[in-house]
């Protein structure tokens, strides 16, 4: 009686399967256990799709993490084999690499001491992911007697800033 006709061979089978009760299945008729499987199927594709799509986040996530504690370990690794040269040999390459000059920011702007400069092209500037520098300058000769600039923030610099931003909320 089961498989008496092949709707109800099939109705049987997909039941079975889907383990409903027997007495449910043959209330149900062949339609019935046939939208029961659609609405199953439907509800296990919907469930794979939010698990995927999680798995891609976290794998992303791990991703970035794993890159940074590379970096780090790098860093780890270079600072432990500076430790390994001799103290003469370390002071003679900080002394050759002049940590002690000023920085050049512009003409008669003598920036802080103490690090490396490295000039970026003028083409960097148009690029649509460049972003501006916050800090406001005033070039000139420094006095401990002149007064601070009465320069308030310019449109230009309210206009960069807006751009700095946005470029965050993209």
């Known amino acids: 009686t089961n498989f008496s006709s092949l709707g109800m061979s099939v109705s049987n089978l997909i039941s079975m399967l889907l383990s409903l009760d027997v007495g449910l299945a043959e209330e149900a008729g062949a339609y019935g256990v046939v ?14 799709n939010i698990l995927i799509a999680q798995l891609v986040n976290r794998t992303a996530s791990i991703a ?6 590379v970096q780090k370990k790098f860093a780890y690794v270079c600072v432990e084999m500076e430790s390994l040269l001799p103290l003469s040999y370390r002071v003679k390459l900080f002394k050759r690499m002049g940590f002690d000059q000023p920085l050049d920011f512009e003409v008669g702007d003598d920036g802080p001491s103490g690090g490396i400069q490295e000039l970026e092209p003028a083409s960097i500037r148009s690029d649509p ?12 000769e420094a006095s401990a007697s002149d007064p601070w600039p009465s320069q308030t923030i310019s449109e230009e610099a309210e206009r960069e800033e807006e751009d700095y931003q946005q470029g965050f909320a993209d």
């Open 35 to 48: 939208l029961i499987t659609v609405l199953v199927v439907i509800v296990q594709c919907a469930v794979f």
């Open 64 to 69: 970035q993490w794993s890159h940074l504690m």
């Open 129 to 140: 992911k460049y972003r501006p520098d916050r800090i406001l300058r005033f070039t000139g």
